[in-house]
């Protein structure tokens, strides 16, 4: 019994040092060194969009990619990067298929000289991407419960 009574003792001795110790060393606020300002904001990685007016192309997307003609723009926004890089975004609502826009955007990188980089055909989305001159077009359609959506990304690289 005394060698329990004892092992207590000692754990609440060694208990008390340790708090005592933590607490010492814990530095109040005003103890603490200075950091300069500058040093501890962290640079913004994500870009800053810009919106467009649905009648208008974003800053930097170009005329020449095509959208479908009438069609109901639900997306339309630019951006430059911390690097200094170009964003362009424009989604729209089709009227026809998922299949058939991937088709035609295929179309549209392979005649325009975009080498293909990357394609994907699921059911529920289907993407085109294609680099040319320092810059990527990626064309994502996909359809909700309502309607067919299109994604056109313009990105400098």
């Keep these: 019994m005394k060698k329990i009574l004892l092992a207590i003792i000692v754990v609440l001795i060694l208990m008390l040092i340790y708090w005592v110790v933590a607490v010492k060393l814990k530095k109040n606020p005003e103890q603490q060194p200075a950091v300069n ?83 994907i055909s699921e059911t529920e989305q289907k993407i085109v991407s294609g680099t040319k001159d320092g810059y990527r077009i990626r064309v994502r359609t996909y359809k909700t419960a309502e309607e067919t959506l299109v994604t056109v990304n313009y990105v400098q690289m």
């Design 37 to 119: 300002q500058t040093q501890s904001e962290e640079k913004s990685t994500d870009p800053v969009f810009e919106y467009t007016q649905s009648d208008k192309l974003p800053a930097g997307f170009p005329s020449f990619i095509p959208i479908e003609k009438d069609a109901k723009i639900t997306q339309n926004l630019s951006a430059v990067t911390p690097e200094g890089k170009n964003i362009a975004v424009r989604e729209f609502v089709s009227a026809i298929s998922m299949q058939k826009n991937y088709e035609l955007y295929k179309k549209f990188l392979t005649d325009n000289g975009y080498l293909l980089e990357n394609e």
